[in-house]
């Protein structure tokens, strides 16, 4: 009886850590993507598959991913946000913000990033850039510094 008991309780804590397993590989793909991207400074090198045409001594556009925010730098004010969702390559901007300065010169590049970053859907990393995606078309070329 004690045997047949041991016997049972040993597949059941077996089966029981092998779903565990599957379970965690789920989320570590999640982790996975999340921890390729994060905490890296990723520098504007197209926008709408158009290089940057900024003034001369303007400093590059800029975003780095933070858990569930972002901060970044468009040009003339620093942007920022929350509610960043990735998952696979999935990826969606919900909360966009940034400083109110106004810059002529580069106004229009900055208003560009914004509008592209609430329509982001998707990323893939490719030739050491990351691509931002929009319902399967590429929006941004970031490379990481």
Do not use: H, R
């Not at 982790?31 to 991207?37: L, W």
């Not at 290089?51 to 556009?61: C, I, R, S, V």
């Not at 990323?123 to 510094?145: F, H, N, R, S, V």
């Amino acid at each position: 009886m004690m045997k047949n008991l041991t016997i049972a309780l040993s597949l059941f804590i077996l089966m029981s850590a092998n779903k565990c397993k599957n379970d965690t590989d789920g989320g570590t793909k999640s982790m996975d993507a999340m921890s390729s991207i994060a905490d890296t400074k990723w520098v504007l090198q197209s926008l709408g598959g158009n290089a940057l045409d900024l003034p001369e001594g303007t400093e590059q556009p800029w975003l780095k991913l933070a858990g569930e925010n972002f901060e970044g730098f468009g040009g003339c004010n620093s942007l920022m946000g929350t509610g960043v969702a990735l998952a696979g390559d999935a990826l969606s901007f919900k909360s966009i913000g940034s400083t109110k300065k106004y810059c002529a010169d580069v106004q229009p590049t900055e208003d560009a990033i914004k509008s592209m970053l609430g329509k982001v859907d998707s990323y893939k990393m490719e030739d050491g850039l990351l691509k931002l995606i929009g319902e399967g078309t590429e929006l941004a070329a970031l490379k990481g510094m």
